[in-house]
């Protein structure tokens, strides 16, 4: 199976963080193309056409949105999760614009605050919802999702997904919070382990300049890029770490 690592000429000024996407204070965004790579490369290890997708770190929901928005052909299901409440709220919303009505509501809003503000920045804002929603169109319509709030470390049930993706607390903005075991990292791969079906594949994401895996657990592959670097693993290889 090949996919296109298509994402480098694209122009992606409207899923900037805060465009069409909505944003707050302390809550980061992600790089979009390392979003977008980092998915392709995720599925060829799983080898099948399509995923369920899940983060459970999630935060505003930015990551797994722009996925889904980007990348409709490639998913099923989206499932974001983050121990706080207020981010899941914030995350809510945002997976609500993977579907047409909530990406025309968005784009009623931003025209409401075009004409309240005078404004043409939020004109432009209101375009690219609709060119937003015309893409999702294309490329399968509404993509299914659900938000929870969720303690990773706490999780007991199985979760259907076959990619996670995800972005740690780095300290700057985000902090770990809940059970939070002595090696959080560990205690993330320990989770996904127990709870993800087999051949899951897993991306875990932080600003490091290596993620370190517990002894013994085999990255499939490494990325790095700037201040981020990610690991890919398989989540057999994390059940009972
Ligand atoms: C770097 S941010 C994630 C940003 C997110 N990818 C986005 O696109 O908005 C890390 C998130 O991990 C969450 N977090 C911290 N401890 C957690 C825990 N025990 N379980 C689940 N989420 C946790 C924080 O609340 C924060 O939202």
Known sequence: ???????????????????????????????????????????????????????????????????????????????????????????????????????AERERELRRSALDFGRVAYVERAEAARDLAAGLAVTGGDLPHESAVADVFALAEPVDADLV????????????????????????????????PERSVVVLTARTRRVQLPEGVRALERVKVGNRSAVLVRARDLTGI
Do not use: K
Not at 15 to 32: K, M, N, Y
Not at 78 to 85: F, I, K, M, T
Not at 165 to 191: A, C, F, K, N
């Open 1 to 103: 199976m090949s996919y296109r690592y298509a994402t480098e000429r694209t122009d992606h000024s409207a899923l900037a963080s805060g465009q069409v996407l909505r944003s707050a204070p302390g809550f980061p965004g992600f790089p979009v193309r390392l979003a977008s790579e980092l998915l392709q490369r995720a599925m060829v290890h799983l080898g099948h056409e399509r995923a369920r997708l899940w983060d459970p770190c999630c935060g505003s929901g930015y990551l797994v949105t722009v996925l889904g928005l980007l990348h409709r052909d490639l998913l099923v299901h989206v499932r974001a999760s983050d121990v706080d409440p207020d981010a899941v709220a914030i995350a809510a919303r945002n997976l609500e614009l993977l579907t047409a009505e909530g990406l």
């Open 165 to 196: 993706v995800t972005d740690v607390p780095y300290g700057e903005m985000t902090r770990w919070e809940g059970d939070i075991p002595q090696d959080p990292v560990h205690g993330l791969l320990s989770s996904m382990g127990r709870v993800l």
